[in-house]
């Protein structure tokens, strides 16, 4: 394997990156062992094995994770919910206004319908059939 190789293997793989962060874990647990803080759930033991470890620290990570989409999910619904109503109320008011002006315009109607000679027209009617022979009123 040639420099070139191995150079684009350490670009590919991000190795100084994951270099660095095996020392800063390195560094942190002779930290904590040195401090005597050997209690705790995701504290490395000699008989722990490498997937409880990684569980211990990425299965609360995961249900918080949890928790919040199930937020988002719930404001989502929400929103939804809310989008839903406001188109309800935009339908209600325009059917309140269609019947406002129907009604607007019901009232023009009986207002004219009053103002008429509602004597004369009922006397007319009666003089009507009264002129039409019996067989043709039928």
């Not at 190795?15 to 209690?39: C, F, M, P, W, Y």
């Not at 918080?64 to 008011?93: C, G, P, W, Y």
Request: one cysteine or more.
């Amino acid at each position: 394997m040639d420099q070139a190789s191995c150079e684009t293997l350490f670009r590919d793989f991000d190795v100084r990156e994951s270099i660095n962060v095996l020392h800063h874990v390195v560094t942190d647990a002779r930290g904590r062992k040195q401090r005597d803080e050997t209690e705790g759930k995701d504290i490395w033991k000699v008989d722990l094995e490498p997937r409880a470890a990684v569980r211990a620290r990425t299965v609360p990570v995961l249900e918080a994770e949890v928790e919040r989409l199930k937020e988002t999910a719930t404001n989502e619904e929400n929103q939804a919910s809310f989008e839903q109503l406001k188109a309800n109320v935009r339908r209600q008011q325009e059917a309140d206004a269609e019947s406002a002006e129907l009604l607007k315009n019901f009232d023009e109607i009986y207002s004219r319908w009053r103002k008429l000679p509602h004597d004369e027209i009922s006397l007319w009617a009666l003089r009507s059939t009264d002129s039409i022979p019996p067989a043709q009123i039928l």
